[in-house]
Nanobody, 121 residues
Framework: QVQLVESGGGLVQPGGSLTLSCAAS????????MAWYRQAPGKQRDLVAS???????NYADSVRGRFTISRDNAKNTVYLQMNSLKPEDTAVYYC???????????????WGQGTQVTVSS
């Protein structure tokens, strides 16, 4: 089986920074894409940023220029560096990964358990 474990959430003041990490473990052959989503109370889960194995990135307009997604393929880990945080960034952040398991030919999507990010003074 595959597991995604997130870390790095917490409480930060407006204008501050946080870095989220998400490590995938299990019988992994390859991870074509990894991403971060977020869900605020009463709202739908939205894409924040994504990154391919080759490093191609995509960002939501609301975070472009403030957040940076990166990954370490050797560690099966994706990061989200969040700068200039705003109260509207408050949400539960979820890691998502398309993973090809050893012995399986097609990718399957997996989710982490979520980590709370609260931006407040």
């Amino acid at each position: 089986q595959v597991q995604l474990v997130e870390s790095g959430g917490g409480l930060v003041q407006p204008g501050g920074s946080l870095t989220l990490s998400c490590a995938a473990s299990g019988s992994i052959f390859s991870i074509p894409a990894m991403a971060w989503y977020r869900q605020a109370p009463g709202k739908q889960r939205d894409l924040v940023a994504s990154i391919t194995r080759g490093g191609r990135t995509n960002y939501a307009d609301s975070v472009r220029g403030r957040f940076t997604i990166s990954r370490d393929n050797a560690k099966n880990t994706v990061y989200l560096q969040m700068n200039s945080l705003k109260p509207e960034d408050t949400a539960v952040y979820y890691c998502n990964a398309d993973i090809i398991m050893i012995g399986v030919g097609v990718p399957r999507g997996y989710w982490g358990q979520g980590t709370q990010v609260t931006v407040s003074s």
